[in-house]
């Protein structure tokens, strides 16, 4: 069963939209972690943010927010004002616990696109 | 800048070689993890190493195959080489359960 899921394959938003991009996640534990990577052209994986399960505060970075939601199993990330820079590929990843380490499942990935 | 290092960034070769690629993981970090990534496709996990030690393999196959030194830098090897190997491979290090730290990847082109 795929246990992250980013059902968005690829978006396309104009310039100064703000646009989300959705994750859903499975997992039987109780402590976990979430992560999201941005994938520029350049091919590079940036860290952008890491969410704890215990930590269910909304957090902001500039034009990028983070809605974490237990009850629903998601962790969706919304850019706010879209700009061209933003166009990347962008993965949603779980970290939990197996057979005494951890693993680190990434979706599928979203690809964003922003015109100007 | 992410403090991993990867080597080579570029490698062209052909069917039925072998290469090996190389990771220096961030100062401090002990776990090294690969992944494989093919042409529009997401990150396959291939392995895992702690402190010299394998901890976990995915989808890693059996030509292929991977250690963590004492100094803790990482080498995996590709052999037999196919078409279907050709992708952007990742290095990526972290603290124990910490937030994965990617190199910039190499990427291997198979001919």
């Known amino acids: 069963a795929q246990k992250v899921t980013q059902a968005q394959t690829e978006i396309s938003v104009v310039e100064k939209e703000d646009v989300t991009l959705d994750c859903v996640y499975e997992t039987r534990d109780t402590t976990y972690y979430l992560f999201w990577y941005k994938q520029p052209p350049s091919g590079e994986l940036v860290f952008l943010i890491r969410?704890?399960?215990?930590?269910?505060q909304n957090e902001i970075s500039g034009r990028y927010s983070w809605n974490f939601q237990k009850s629903t199993s998601s962790f969706n990330f919304t850019i706010t004002a879209s700009q061209v820079v933003d166009s990347a590929v962008y993965f949603c990843?779980?970290?939990?616990?197996?057979?005494?380490?951890?693993?680190?499942?990434f979706g599928t990935g979203t690809r964003l696109k922003v015109l100007a | 800048d992410s403090g991993v290092t990867q080597t080579p960034k570029h490698l062209i070769t052909a069917t039925g070689q072998r290469v090996t690629l190389r990771c220096s993981p961030r100062?401090?970090?002990?776990?090294v993890y690969w992944y494989q990534q093919s042409l529009d496709q997401g990150l396959q996990f291939l392995i895992h190493?702690?402190?010299?030690?394998?901890?976990a393999k995915g989808n890693i196959l059996e030509r292929f195959s991977a250690q963590q030194f004492p100094d803790l830098h990482s080498e995996l090897n590709l052999s037999s080489l196919e078409l279907g190997d050709s992708a952007l491979y990742f290095c990526?290090?972290?603290?124990?359960?910490?937030?994965?730290?990617f190199g910039e990847g190499s990427r291997l082109t198979v001919l």
């Open positions: 100062s401090g970090d002990l776990s």
């Open positions: 190493y702690y402190n010299g030690e394998e901890r």
């Open positions: 969410r704890n399960s215990f930590d269910e």
């Open positions: 990843a779980l970290s939990e616990a197996s057979r005494g380490t951890y693993k680190y499942i």
């Open positions: 990526a290090s972290s603290v124990w359960r910490g937030e994965l730290f």
